[in-house]
Each structure stands twice: as C-alpha cells, then as structure tokens.
C-alpha cells in the first residue's frame, strides 16, 4: 500500500513540474546537431514524430511543456562559454533550460508538430526584429541640438500615436502592420486587437513594446514605412485605411494608396490579389496640429 501511495505521489509531482523541450525545426539544424554521438537520432521526420509523442504524452499526463526553438549555434557557443562538453545530453538539457528565459518559446497546447513549428519560428522572428528594432533605438544616443535621448523620444512619440489610432479607431477587432524599410533590415511587426464585453480594447502587451519599437525606428530615424490597419467587425465590411511615416509622424494614405500598399508583399514587392468585401478608405483624423517635435 506504502509503495503504491509513492506511486501516486510522483505521478502527482510530475504533473507539477513544467519541463521545456528543444525543438529542431528544420534539416539544416537537425544535420549539425548528428556532429555529436550523443545525439542518436539519423531522420528529422522520425525525430519530429518522437517529439510529438513525448509532448502528447506529457499533455495526457496533465503536464505543463514549453517548447522552445534549439539554435546548434546559439548552442556551441553556450558550451564554450560554460565550459562544457557539448556532447553530452546534460547540456542540451542546460542550455535549453535557459531558452525560455532568453529564446524563443511557446507553450504546448496539443497541436501536431506541423502546426508548432511555423508558431516557433514566427515567434523567433518576432522576437529577432524587436531585439534589433530597440538596438538600434538605443544606439542612437541624444540629440545634438536640445540633449534629449532620441530613441527614448522616439519611442515616446510612438506610443503616443499608437494610442490615438485605436482611440479613433471604429469599433471592432483591429489587425495592425507596420514596416519600417530604410534600415539594413527590413522591419515588421504586427498588433492584433479586440474588444471586450464592456468595450475596452485587449490587447497582448509583449505584441504592443514590439510594434511600439518599430513605429519608434521609423521616426527616428526618418526611415520610408507605413502603417495599414483592418478592422472586422460582425455584420459590417471591413474597413481598412493606414499611414505614411514621415516628419516624424503618420500621414493619412487615399484609398487608391491603401489599396496599393495591402495589396502588395512588403518584402518582395510581388503584388497580392484584393479581397472582396474589403472597403479601402482613409484614416480618421488623428487629431493632431503639427507633425511632432523636430530634432
């Protein structure tokens, strides 16, 4: 009865503890991995379908797993700066330890692995472009004119327009784009919105500080960008309308602009069918008299 009782208390504590896992996404991380003995597995889709298993496992038992994206690189260099031997399971299990605290990881929630992966890697990318976005921003130092910190104003000033769009915004969810394309890298970040029952708006802040960060590039650094943002709504068409960064602020987009700029791949420049049932339209009046302080 004792041993029985053991039992059942470990398998209470394992549901208690939350464990991380290391996913390999792709080939090419998969194959610098096999460098190591230690590393048994010869087929990236075998090792994907033995993950899955262990994570549904895990979410049968009522164990909580966050996976997070396991970088070979990003690994080597833990070894090196640790000092330790990167053939030895101990120190995947250390390294990705660490990885929800300073790389990109999401909770399992039971979906297939196929499903999983595009999450992992949008969330590495997001998280890549927010780290640059604010790098930039903090690199930029005072200006020479009044000492102000720029990127801290820029920032500041991003916020502020950030507010006043979804303050005018109509009612309903909102999808917001931004993409800044004057720096070495080209910058995106998105913010997805809605409305509670007593009408405020939700929103994930993580999602917030990066589109926040990004807008703050473009004003300071006078970079060519824009903002379009969707609104949907039920019983409703949906409407969107958006901006151009300029002079350190948002310039209304016409119809005909808006429509250009949805309907085209920031990236490749590739154009993209319009939908139906869409209304491309202006923006509302932000309310403001003058485009922002100049430096």
């Known amino acids: 009865m004792a041993h029985t009782d053991q039992r059942t208390m470990r398998r209470a504590l394992r549901g208690e503890i939350a464990g991380t896992i290391g996913l390999l996404t792709d080939e090419h991380d998969f194959r610098a991995m096999r460098r190591y003995p230690s590393f048994t597995f010869d087929d990236h889709t075998t090792y994907l379908r033995q ?7 895990r ?13 070979p690189e990003e690994y080597a260099d833990f070894c090196t700066e640790n000092g330790l031997d990167p053939d030895l399971p101990s120190s995947r299990t250390r390294f990705t330890a660490e990885l929800t605290t ?21 969330e590495a990318v997001r998280q890549a472009t927010w780290e640059y976005a604010a790098t930039l921003l903090a690199h930029l130092g005072a200006c020479a004119s009044c000492g102000e910190d720029l990127g801290r104003a ?9 507010v006043r ?26 913010l997805h919105t809605a409305n509670d029952t007593q009408g ?46 300029r002079d350190d602020g948002l310039h209304p ?3 005909a602009e808006v429509f250009d700029a949805y309907c085209t791949d920031i990236v490749s420049g590739d154009l993209i069918g319009p939908e139906s049932d869409v209304d491309y339209t202006t923006p509302p009046d932000l309310g403001e008299d003058s485009p922002g302080h100049q430096h």
Request: aromatic share 4%; charged share 15%; proline share 6%.
């Open 165 to 190: 769009i979804l303050d005018t915004a109509p009612p309903g969810s909102h999808h917001l784009v931004c993409s800044v394309t004057g720096t070495p890298e080209v910058l995106l970040a998105a």
């Open 51 to 57: 993950v899955e298993a262990v994570l549904k496992t």
């Open 102 to 122: 300073k790389g990109s990881a999401l909770p399992y929630e039971g979906q297939p692995v196929t499903d999983l992966i595009p999450a992992l890697v949008d």
């Open 253 to 255: 987009l016409t119809a």
């Open 154 to 162: 820029a920032f500041a000033r991003a916020s502020a327009l950030l």
């Open 200 to 245: 405020a708006t939700r929103l994930d802040e993580a999602e917030a500080l990066e589109f926040t960060t990004v807008l703050a590039v473009g004003i300071a650094t006078g970079s060519p960008g824009g903002l379009v943002m969707r609104t949907t709504s039920p019983g409703t068409t949906d409407r969107v309308y958006g901006w151009r960064l």
């Open 59 to 71: 979410v049968s038992q009522g164990s909580h797993t966050t996976v997070a994206l396991f970088d």
